[in-house]
């Protein structure tokens, strides 16, 4: 599959044209005009938000699903030059939506919620969670696509659940953003730890559940036994 990375924003992010994809046996390579990012997302050293696309292609379920299952490799695989043991194998866990679902406040991305075994089965009971236990990881990687039906790879969010101590702000949760070419954005009391502050803000909003958004009802995976 061809690709570029292209950087916008001070994100990088892979492009791949694909109009569409799942009729093309090998896509031509989009162009970085094409993509149009919004400009409120403030200091990239300091963001107020996930950077977002403007405007992105609404897909349907079955749609989204199938350009996921052509791109899953691409994803890990650039997320994996980071060197992040997460992000590495985090497809090998429990994925918790039936289909990749839109989520505005992560850029207006395309997201996948993974949860590794130890907290698998609290996850799963989303609102009725509780505190999950220490050594949860959830990873969300992420895609869009454009007006014009560019793949736009997106990066990796991860919530880490640490040890008691690590950060009272956060209920010892650590945020790590990695972009889609491997590149660390930024990780909680780590490198580039202010670029990942606002989302300690955002998640603030649910302290009351493990500052925990979980994702839409109509794709999540029924609860296990």
């Given at each position: 599959?061809?690709?570029?990375?292209?950087?916008?924003?001070?994100?990088?992010?892979?492009?791949?044209?694909?109009?569409?994809?799942?009729?093309?046996?090998?896509?031509?390579?989009?162009?970085?005009a094409?993509?149009?990012?919004?400009?409120?997302?403030?200091?990239?050293?300091?963001?107020?938000?996930?950077?977002?696309?403007?405007?992105?292609?609404?897909?349907?379920?079955?749609?989204?699903?199938?350009i996921?299952?052509i791109?899953?490799?691409?994803?890990?695989?650039?997320y994996?030059?980071?060197?992040?043991?997460?992000?590495?194998?985090?497809?090998?866990?429990?994925?918790?939506?039936?289909?990749?679902?839109?989520s505005?406040?992560?850029g207006?991305?395309?997201?996948?919620?993974?949860?590794?075994?130890?907290?698998?089965?609290?996850?799963?009971?989303f609102?009725?969670?509780?505190?999950?236990?220490?050594?949860?990881?959830?990873?969300?990687?992420?895609?869009?696509?454009?007006?014009?039906?560019?793949?736009?790879?997106g990066?990796?969010?991860?919530?880490?659940?640490?040890?008691?101590?690590?950060?009272?702000v956060?209920?010892?949760?650590?945020?790590?953003?990695?972009?889609?070419?491997?590149?660390?954005?930024g990780?909680?009391?780590?490198?580039?730890?202010?670029?990942?502050?606002?989302?300690?803000?955002?998640?603030?909003?649910?302290?009351h559940q493990?500052?925990?958004w979980?994702l839409?009802?109509?794709?999540?995976?029924?609860?296990?036994?």
């Amino acid at each position: 599959m061809s690709a570029t990375i292209v950087c916008s924003s001070a994100i990088f992010y892979t492009f791949l044209a694909v109009a569409p994809i799942l009729a093309m046996s090998a896509p031509v390579i989009a162009q970085g005009a094409d993509v149009e990012m919004s400009k409120i997302s403030g200091d990239p050293a300091a963001p107020r938000r996930h950077f977002r696309l403007v405007d992105p292609a609404k897909l349907p379920p079955q749609k989204a699903s199938e350009i996921y299952a052509i791109i899953r490799q691409a994803l890990q695989g650039g997320y994996s030059r980071s060197g992040n043991a997460i992000a590495g194998g985090y497809q090998g866990w429990r994925r918790m939506n039936t289909a990749p679902y839109l989520s505005a406040t992560h850029g207006n991305h395309y997201l996948n919620n993974y949860v590794n075994e130890i907290g698998a089965a609290a996850y799963g009971r989303f609102e009725t969670a509780g505190k999950l236990p220490v050594g949860t990881v959830i990873a969300k990687d992420s895609f869009s696509m454009t007006r014009g039906g560019e793949i736009l790879l997106g990066g990796l969010f991860v919530m880490e659940k640490m040890p008691g101590g690590f950060n009272d702000v956060t209920d010892d949760w650590k945020y790590t953003f990695i972009q889609a070419d491997g590149t660390l954005f930024g990780e909680t009391n780590g490198t580039g730890s202010k670029r990942v502050e606002y989302c300690i803000a955002c998640h603030l909003a649910r302290k009351h559940q493990d500052h925990l958004w979980f994702l839409p009802k109509p794709y999540r995976v029924p609860a296990r036994n």
